[in-house]
């Protein structure tokens, strides 16, 4: 249904704050709107306060999640955190 993983769904979801179904509908229309770097922005936001929160297991998690985001959607560039 839609060319995001369940990892950077739950990522939309965590940082919108919305049910996972909500989430997948936001990423598909992110993604066919041209939206990959508002997704990016989304991860790297997740993992910033995950990190501030102390949670390094989670942002390590988030920081897996981005990777695979840049690596199946390159026409962002390949920086990451």
């Known amino acids: 249904m839609c060319d995001l993983t369940e990892g950077e769904i739950e990522a939309i979801a965590e940082h ?3 049910d996972p179904m909500l989430a997948l509908a936001l990423g598909q229309y992110l ?3 041209d939206g990959d770097q508002r997704i990016k922005g989304i991860i790297l936001d997740d993992i910033s ?3 501030r929160c102390g949670n390094q297991r989670h942002a390590e998690v988030l920081r ?3 990777h695979h985001f840049i690596a ?3 026409e ?3 920086s990451a955190a």
């Open 64 to 66: 897996k999640v981005l």
């Open 49 to 51: 306060r995950a990190e």
């Open 31 to 33: 993604i066919s709107h």
């Open 76 to 78: 962002h560039g390949k």
């Open 16 to 18: 919108e704050h919305l």
């Open 72 to 74: 199946t959607h390159p």
